[in-house]
Structures are given as C-alpha cells and as structure tokens.
C-alpha cells in the first residue's frame, strides 16, 4: 500500500519587499540550510510512499519549516552575524536536518570541553582509528552491529587497548555498489605519548590482527590508524594541535548514514531504517566519557548547536519559512519578532 503526503505551501502574499529575499542573500554561511532541508525533502518522501513509516513522513514534514534568526555580535570580531533562535526539529533519526544539527552539537560540545581535558592530561596525544568489516547483506547489517560492538568490548580489554585514556566511537553505515551495507567505526582515541613513539607503540600491522582476532572472524579486516598531527605550526605549535583535534573530532562525529545513500535505493534505505531501529551508533569511554553528553539532546540543543548560547539577545527575530517546490529559505516577515522591550 502507497501512502502520499499533501504538499502544503503557504500563500506567501506579505507585501514587503523582504518577501522575495532568500536566507542565503541574508546570510551566506547559512547555504546548508538549503541543501540539508532538500535533502530532507526527499527522504520525506520515501517515508510517505511506505505505510510502516508514514508516521516519520509525517514529522519530517513539520522539521524546520519556520527559522527564526537573531543579530547577534560576533564575540571575536564584534560584526553581526545571523543566529538561530527558534525552530522546530523532528528529531527523527534519518533526517538530513537532524542529523546534521546533531553532530553539530556533539562537535560543539567536544569543543567546549576540549581545553580542560588538554589542561588535564598536557602530554597526551592523539590517534584517529577506523575498523572496518567486510560487507554484509543489508537485511545482516543489525547482527553484522551486534557482532562489531561485541568486538569492541573485547577490543577495549586487550593490553594493546589498555593505555588509551580516552575514546570517542561512532558508527557509520554506507552503501555498498552491490548495494551491501559497509559498517565501520570511527574511533578518536586520547592517548599517552608511550603509544605514539615509546613502550606502548602498536604497528598498524598488530591493529589488523588484534581486530581480527577480536572479530572472530577468518578473513583480514581493514583497519586504519593515523596519528594526529598539527596542520599549521607556524600559527604557533599549541593553537595548531588544538585545531587538528577539533578537525579530527570533527571527521569522527560525522553523519551516521550518507543523505545520499538514503536516496538512492528506496528500498535500501526503508531496510536500513528497521535494522538500527533503537541501536546507539556513538558511545565514549575513560576520560572522554561525559565529553559529548550523547544521552541528553533537547531542541534547544539542536537550535543552539553551532552558535553562542550566552551572546546578548534582544528578543527580536528575523523569519524564513522553506518554499518546497523551490527548495530554498525565504523571507518571511509575517512572523518576525520585535526586540521584546517594544512588545505591548
């Protein structure tokens, strides 16, 4: 059975002049709202062509339909700069919005809590580790899951594991060409410096085995570890080590599933959808374990994910509302807000 939802536009009529101002003409940094909202459109749409998932076509219709923005001053440079206030999230797992917003936050909360944990452990060093496993039929991928977090718990026991202080872990899903599914964790761990150059050195020859042998599995999985190094020292050695942390964080929180991949075979995807139902595709352990605070998300936390949440705010709000059939945010003066000294 097909279901559709009804596409329902506004009549946008507002004489003002705003009204044919789009977000990006406003604020050319906020271009993503664009792009993550289309795709959100289109995996609407495989939702509501399945009767099982027409609930999730239902709220992905509602996901920020209307942004609302403030003026707030830059903290570094004093310009003012465009910031979400206000919006509505679906906060269904798949959403291309959500999800964006999502690692947005946790990268924001990784950032916030970086210079302490720096402060806190000065001589640790840092490697990105990503373990993979051969491809899996997409209706194995929840057992293929359950098989790698077992592994993982072996994994974290093993002596060559041990003197890690920290680690972040995330579970990325791709689509394979023969239309396998390719789990894999990205995996940032906080190390002493013995595991860089020194007595705790692993080879990335023994990661391969201690993986395999943790898998239990009777080929050899592909496994890559890169050390993180500063990018940029002549910005000075310090500065430049905290920001390839950050970028390192950064690639580790990425999207759990590529938006691409979920519009791409319909029918992969809806299978994708019932396999990870309820499974957690990112955890933390040892001195990174409350560096994300992944259990506790709130919309606020999602409208607030890249931005300054302590910057002076007026009251006074900007309006966009999203036009489906011309993909793009526009001007939306109907619902602006004025600073609320002026509100009677």
């Given at each position: 059975m097909t279901c559709s939802l009804a596409v329902i536009e506004d009549d946008f009529t507002?004489?003002?002049?705003?009204?044919?101002?789009?977000?990006?003409?406003?604020?050319?940094?906020?271009?993503?709202?664009?792009?993550?909202?289309?795709?959100?459109?289109?995996?609407?749409?495989?939702?509501?062509?399945?009767?099982?998932?027409?609930?999730?076509?239902?709220?992905?219709?509602?996901?920020?339909?209307?942004?609302?923005?403030?003026?707030?001053?830059?903290?570094?440079?004093?310009?003012?700069?465009?910031?979400l206030r206000e919006a509505h999230f679906c906060r269904v797992r798949h959403c291309p919005v959500c999800q964006w917003?999502?690692?947005?936050?946790?990268?924001?909360?990784?950032?916030?809590?970086?210079?302490?944990?720096?402060?806190?452990?000065?001589?640790?060093?840092?490697?990105?580790?990503?373990?993979?496993?051969?491809?899996?039929?997409?209706?194995?991928?929840?057992?293929?899951?359950?098989?790698?977090?077992?592994?993982?718990?072996r994994l974290v026991k093993r002596s060559e594991f041990r003197p890690v202080l920290g680690w972040i872990r995330t579970t990325e899903v791709t689509k394979g060409k023969d239309g396998s599914a390719h789990p894999h964790f990205h995996t940032l761990l906080m190390v002493p410096h013995s595991m860089v150059s020194g007595k705790h050195y692993v080879k990335q020859a023994r990661w391969v085995e201690v993986w395999k042998e943790c898998l239990r599995v009777d080929y050899?999985?592909?496994?890559?570890?890169?050390?993180?190094?500063?990018?940029?020292?002549?910005?000075?050695?310090?500065?430049?080590?905290?920001?390839?942390?950050?970028?390192?964080?950064?690639?580790?929180?990425?999207?759990?599933?590529?938006?691409?991949?979920?519009?791409?075979?319909?029918?992969?995807?809806?299978?994708?959808?019932?396999?990870?139902?309820n499974l957690r595709f990112i955890a933390t352990g040892g001195a990174l374990k409350?560096?994300?605070?992944?259990?506790?998300?709130t919309e606020e936390d999602l409208i607030l994910a890249d931005d300054h949440a302590d910057a002076p705010d007026d009251g006074s709000r900007i309006a966009f509302n999203w036009r489906r059939h011309e993909r793009r945010y526009r001007r939306y003066p109907k619902a602006d807000k004025k600073p609320a000294s002026n509100k009677t």
């Open positions: 507002d004489s003002s002049k705003n009204c044919n101002s789009y977000l990006t003409d406003y604020s050319p940094k906020d271009a993503p709202w664009d792009v993550h909202r289309s795709e959100a459109q289109l995996v609407e749409r495989i939702y509501a062509d399945s009767l099982e998932f027409i609930r999730y076509a239902e709220r992905m219709h509602e996901c920020s339909e209307l942004l609302l923005f403030a003026e707030i001053p830059d903290p570094e440079t004093g310009e003012l700069a465009f910031r917003r999502r690692s947005l936050m946790w990268y924001a909360r990784f950032q916030k809590a970086l210079p302490e944990i720096l402060r806190s452990y000065p001589t640790a060093r840092w490697i990105f580790l990503t373990l993979t496993v051969r491809n899996c039929s997409i209706k194995e991928l929840r057992q293929t899951l359950s098989d790698m977090n077992r592994a993982w718990g050899t999985p592909v496994v890559d570890i890169r050390v993180v190094r500063s990018k940029r020292p002549s910005e000075g050695e310090n500065d430049s080590y905290i920001g390839a942390v950050a970028d390192a964080a950064k690639e580790t929180l990425k999207y759990a599933v590529k938006p691409a991949d979920m519009f791409d075979d319909p029918e992969w995807f809806l299978e994708l959808t019932r396999q990870v139902h409350d560096a994300l605070r992944e259990d506790e998300e």
